[in-house]
């Protein structure tokens, strides 16, 4: 067995205890590891030592957190249950340990490796580059390991709950105000300052007084409706339990930490362990992973990108890339088309960046270069212009020749296929499909088209170029639409359809969002801009037979191009959809079928004529590409536990009923030989 915890006591008497997982590039605890834990800890304690600190040996940081893929060998809650008081048993150990003891913190720290950390009575993070964050709120589930407890008792209820209830991380220096750690020290001197801390150990951080006020029972209520109050507006509690699971277990117990606060703890997540979200968000995960893997980050050295077409799509590509790191220059007809996305961009970089001194350097990346005059030195090119056939021709014809040797010749063309467009180019095979989602900074995924002639070093340098920007790359056939365009063009068109039948645009996008969609198909719609969804519609009635709403061509043809226009379906102010929720009825069963069973019967189509090599990338893909409800695993995930005989009789009935756009694909028969005819 390789051990993963080393420890060694120095000269002054200080124990130093590494992490460092054999087999792995981080560090993860699964309940081997926490096993493992506890032994050095007792061996530890054996030795009575001044002060303990545990620290990673990774360079990648302290450790990521759970071993998620265990996650999927449970049984049942029982099995969760044992696994979750083990881990509680070893945090408890070192919470008790009677000399002072330090997580010693660089790069990530998550889930149960903070909750580790929360564990040790201090915390340094290296300056620069640690991040913590209690993050299983994302996989259905909630801190387990005694974090539900200390991070209140270390925090207060205010600042834990945004820890947990959000799920994302904070930087070292967000987390020295909270009181998360206790000292920021540098990069090169980390073991130095550990020793000199645990020599001169300070006080342990107090949360501040208002805390103590809020755990008074009478106040806690309040907090409490709240809190749930603020998540009714984001998350609906049937479809994700666990943030309201952390917030009932605060009311219960506040800050007590007795037996009884722990083993509800641990009971609550248990449960949530073994519900259909927590499995279907822990799928949803490792999906996310497997995307990852698809492409790898070190392949290729790409440093310099060329973006044509300054309008929403290229401009935001181009800042995206400049965000990441790499010199990228920003191509159109005239300086006003471009002068935006720049604007743009700056705006970008001060929402991400934190420090005045990396803004100006991803705006100093960023330039205008209405003559192409980069295109030479590029090591990828992107062509993201709109959606015309001839144009885009024309413009890789101009380009193909002034092309560096190996570089990427990339379109980002929503509903094209690579055939046509790639026909007159000396090397058809060099054109690959680099589809971005908007909003570009959002979205994670990247659809990788290729067709059957695209030269498996092209895909692969696509593949490479996708991780290295931080985007999921999923490969698709080249086809109609691709695999996101294809099933989500039914859904929007269904929307619009009904919608011309006289049901409130709001009624529409309230029975999609009770579904669990994050948004509803219609402001969905004028998110994308109805300009691209039209194009899409386009291609799709020639290529499809499908037919084209006309209320989706009048839109266009009134200049109502959706969001980004401040007029489309809805009005806009100041980016936000204006809803009249008292149009919005209940939403009945039928409607909600209406719109979910044409996305539905389209993905069995792409599954049929393989655009995606698998199921798991299908579901990736429309999850990552359409924020189809994640807690429902994917639409194939979705399929297979409501029955795919049930979904084939409700497209049959829809059939009947409204006619041939909802007939069941051949594809429902290969499903599962359960769907009979």
């Excluded at 008081?85 to 998550?110: C, D, K, N, Y």
């Excluded at 749930?228 to 009311?251: C, N, T």
């Excluded at 560096?404 to 509903?415: D, F, I, Q, R, Y």
């Excluded at 009904?498 to 969609?517: T, V």
Aim: aromatic share 8%; with cysteine; net charge neutral.
């Amino acid at each position: 067995m390789h051990p993963h915890w080393s420890f060694e006591i120095d000269s002054d008497r200080l124990a130093w205890l590494a992490i460092d997982h054999p087999e792995s590039g981080t560090n993860t605890l699964s309940r081997m590891v926490v096993q493992e834990l506890g032994e050095r800890i007792r061996e530890i304690a054996a030795q009575s030592p001044r002060g303990l600190v545990i620290y990673s040996k990774k360079k990648s940081g302290f450790i990521a957190g759970a071993d998620i893929k265990e996650f999927t060998t449970l049984k049942n809650a029982d099995d969760a249950l044992h696994l979750i008081r083990g881990g509680q048993q070893v945090f408890s150990e070192i919470e008790r340990l009677p000399f002072p003891t330090v997580a010693l913190i660089h790069g990530f720290a998550m889930g149960g490796g903070l909750e580790l950390a929360l564990a040790c009575r201090y915390r340094l993070a290296v300056r620069g580059s640690a991040r913590l964050g209690l993050p299983e709120v994302k996989l259905g589930i909630h801190p387990g390991f005694g974090g539900t407890v200390r991070s209140v008792r270390l925090l207060g209820v205010q600042s834990a709950m945004r820890l947990m209830l959000r799920g994302e991380p904070v930087h070292g220096e967000t987390a020295l105000k909270m009181g998360l750690v206790d000292r920021l020290v540098d990069g090169d001197n980390t073991h130095a300052a550990a020793r000199d801390f645990l020599l001169h150990p300070p006080a342990p951080h107090h949360p501040p007084f208002m805390a103590a006020v809020l755990e008074w029972s009478l106040a806690r209520s309040w907090v409490a409706r709240r809190l749930r109050g603020e998540l009714r507006r984001h998350v609906r509690e049937e479809f994700y339990p666990a943030p309201y699971a952390i917030v009932a277990l605060w009311e219960r117990f506040g800050k007590s930490g007795s037996p009884a606060h722990y083993e509800a703890e641990a009971h609550s997540i248990a449960n949530l362990m073994s519900s259909p979200t927590a499995r279907n968000l822990v799928r949803v995960f490792l999906l996310q992973d497997h995307l990852k893997g698809l492409g790898k980050k070190s392949d290729l050295e790409l440093k310099r990108v060329h973006v044509i077409g300054a309008g929403v799509m290229g401009g935001d590509i181009a800042a995206w890339c400049a965000l990441k790191g790499y010199t990228v220059s920003l191509q159109d007809r005239e300086s006003r088309f471009v002068e935006p996305a720049l604007i743009r961009a700056r705006k970008l970089f001060e929402r991400r960046l934190h420090t005045p001194g990396e803004i100006e350097a991803a705006t100093r990346r960023l330039e205008m270069d209405l003559e192409g005059r980069n295109v030479p030195d590029a090591d990828v090119v992107i062509e993201a212009i709109f959606e015309n056939l001839d144009a885009k021709k024309a413009l890789y014809a101009s380009l193909e020749p002034r092309l560096k040797p190996g570089a990427l010749l990339a379109t980002n063309t929503s509903s094209i296929r690579l055939e046509r467009l790639s026909a007159d180019l000396d090397d058809p095979g060099g054109l690959v499909g680099v589809h971005f989602f908007n909003p570009v900074a959002k979205m994670p995924l990247v659809e990788i088209v290729r067709t059957a002639g695209t030269h498996a070093e092209s895909l692969t340098r696509a593949l490479s170029f996708a991780r290295q920007i931080d985007r999921l790359p999923v490969p698709v056939q080249s086809a109609p639409g691709f695999l996101v365009n294809r099933v989500l063009m039914p859904y929007l068109m269904e929307a619009m359809l009904a919608s011309m039948e006289g049901i409130p645009y709001e009624s529409i996008d309230e029975a999609a969002l009770r579904f669990g969609m994050p948004m509803g198909p219609v402001e969905l719609a004028d998110t994308v801009g109805l300009d691209v969804a039209l194009s899409v519609a386009k291609v799709f009635a020639q290529e499809l037979n499908k037919p084209v709403p006309e209320l989706l061509e009048q839109r266009v043809q009134a200049g109502m191009l959706g969001k980004k226009t401040g007029r489309g379906f809805y009005r806009y102010r100041k980016g936000k959809a204006v809803k009249d929720h008292s149009r919005s009825t209940l939403s009945h069963t039928d409607l909600q079928d209406r719109l979910i069973l044409p996305l539905l019967n389209e993905v069995v189509v792409c599954r049929r004529e393989k655009i995606v090599e698998n199921d798991d990338l299908i579901d990736a893909g429309v999850i990552f590409g359409t924020g189809f409800a994640p807690f429902r695993g994917g639409p194939l995930q979705y399929i297979r536990e409501t029955g795919p005989q049930s979904i084939y009789e409700r497209l049959r009935y829809f059939e009947e009923r409204l006619g041939e756009r909802f007939r069941p694909d051949p594809g429902w028969q290969d499903l599962l030989p359960t769907v009979t005819t």
